[in-house]
Every structure is written in C-alpha cells, then in structure tokens.
C-alpha cells in the first residue's frame, strides 16, 4: 500500500504503523525462507504473521496458474495412458466435442501469459498438446476443476493462497505448485525459479529471495 493511496478514514501514523508491520514481516519471510529446509518451513505456523495481507506479483501467480495446468492435463494423460487402449477409446480422443473443449483449455491458458523469457514458456504448449491426446470422456468436469483452482475462491484455489493472504503463505503456496517434479519436463528448476526468484508483494515493494542449497 502506497502512503496516498491510503483510504480516507485511516490517519498518517496509521499507514506508518502498517507500511513497518509490512518491513517486518517481509523480512521475518525472506530470512525464513531463506534459510530454513522445507521441513523445518511446514512446522512454522504460517499464521503467524497475518496482521497485513499481501498478494504475488501477476507474473508469479500466472506461473502458478500454468503449474496448476500442467500438472493436472499431465496426470489425466498419465492416468489414461495407463489403462487398456481400443478403438472406442481413439474415438473419445477424436470426438466431434474435442475441438470445443480443446478451446476451452487454451483459453484458460491464455488468460495467464507468461513472459516470452520465462524459464517454463513451454508449459502452456506442452499443457494444450497433453489435453489434446485425452480422451474428451469426463473432460467438461475436468476443465471445471481446472477453472475452480485458477479462478476460484475456495480453500485450496490458487487465490486463497497467494491474493490477499498471510506474507508466509506466498513462499508455502508458491512451493506446493512450483515442485521440481512439476519441471522435469525442463530441467531447469534447481538454475530457475528453485534458487532465485522475485516475489512482488502488492505490486508496491520488490524483494530479491535466494534460497541457499542445503
């Protein structure tokens, strides 16, 4: 929050008193995070610091949104590859209701674009050429679950997480999504997002975040 962008009924010591509970808190997460393995992070309580709520920068949150994306169309393709093949099954993957659906997908994906320099440019195409190859048999409940995580408000949604939410749930939110195995695909985790990433908090204050290798 900006000191002038501050609502009318708020007083100047007021916004002082917020913008340094801010400082604090970005600072406790950064050096949590920082320096702590992710079994020691899952112990902390990430209520803790929940006086002022942030928000992920929209690059960041369209990553996550892609990873949402991408690890679901991966595990329906996983799933059906795994299961006896005939006919009836080329069928549902070539049906009259596949390019409708097919649509669908690629219009989510493109409401999240990612920066053409992105380490994982390629999950959008791979995300589309995934659902492409599956078969379109409960596919209308499947492009809902996707919608609920990306635009939805619930509990487990992607917003809940990262929009308007405590300063340690951006770090917790954002490593649930961006796993390495989520990136095998183009082993370049560990060099990427893994070691070094800008989390923007608000749209307001930039923070560098380094995670040391244990």
């Known amino acids: 929050m900006r000191p002038n962008e501050a609502p009318a009924d708020v007083s100047s010591a007021e916004v002082e008193r917020i913008l340094g509970r801010s400082a604090r808190d970005v600072l406790s997460a950064k050096h949590i995070f920082e320096r702590v393995s992710d079994e ?5 309580n990430l209520n803790y610091y ?5 928000q992920v920068g929209t690059e960041l949150f369209n990553t996550c949104a892609q990873a949402v994306v991408y690890a679901r169309c991966k595990a329906k393709f996983g799933y059906e590859g795994a299961v ?12 009259a209701a596949k390019p409708r659906l097919q649509d669908g997908l690629e219009a989510i994906l493109a409401d999240f674009p990612l920066p053409q320099d992105s380490l ?3 999950l959008p195409r ?3 050429h995934l659902f492409r190859f599956c078969k379109d048999c409960h596919c209308e409940e499947f492009l809902a679950t996707i919608r609920a995580s990306v635009y939805g408000k619930s509990e487990d949604s992607l917003r809940a997480n990262l929009v308007d939410a405590p300063i340690l749930w951006m770090p917790a939110g954002c490593v649930i999504v ?10 370049r985790f560990a060099r990427g997002l893994g070691s070094s990433t800008t989390y923007r908090c608000s749209g307001t204050r930039h923070f560098r975040w380094t995670r040391r290798a244990k």
């Open 40 to 44: 020691e992070f899952r112990r902390h």
């Open 50 to 54: 929940c006086e002022v709520a942030y």
């Open 84 to 95: 006896r093949w005939d006919e009836h099954d080329d069928a549902l993957m070539f049906s």
């Open 120 to 122: 994982l440019g390629r």
């Open 126 to 128: 791979q995300s589309a």
């Open 178 to 187: 961006l796993t390495p195995t989520t990136w095998s695909s183009t082993g």
